[in-house]
């Protein structure tokens, strides 16, 4: 059974970056797909990028220039970093894996509210 949680800080102030990390359990990241996730209060799912079983990345274009995901495969993780946060950042965050890029996702985290506030 895949395992996926979310951590990292649950208050972020505006204009610094936003970090959190997936730890996977049941399967390697150096397979499948693996995305971040978020839904803003009130509103629909959005993807906001993925990394590859190869490393390669893969952004939404809305929020590329912001958004960096990297991986440590010693520790099963993958990461996601959002910088110069506004409060319309604030969102529940989700780690899920897809068999492919655009696939269904089949294994969701629990999700982890971060807030963005001074």
């Known amino acids: 059974q895949v395992q996926l949680q979310e951590s990292g800080p649950g208050l972020v102030k505006p204009s610094q970056t936003l970090s959190l990390t997936c730890t996977v359990s049941?399967?390697?990241?150096?397979?499948?797909?693996w995305s971040w996730i978020r839904q803003p209060p009130g509103k629909g799912l959005e993807w906001m990028g993925a990394?590859?079983?190869?490393?390669?990345?893969y952004y939404s274009p809305s929020l590329k220039s912001r958004t960096s995901i990297s991986r440590d495969t010693s520790k099963n993780q993958f990461t996601l970093q959002l910088s110069s946060v506004t409060p319309e950042d604030t969102a529940v965050y989700y780690c899920?894996?897809?068999?492919?890029?655009?696939?269904?996702?089949?294994?969701w985290g629990q999700g982890t509210q971060v807030t963005v506030s001074s």
């Open positions: 049941g399967g390697s990241i150096t397979t499948n797909y």
């Open positions: 899920a894996r897809a068999p492919g890029l655009g696939s269904r996702y089949d294994y």
């Open positions: 990394i590859a079983y190869s490393g390669s990345t």
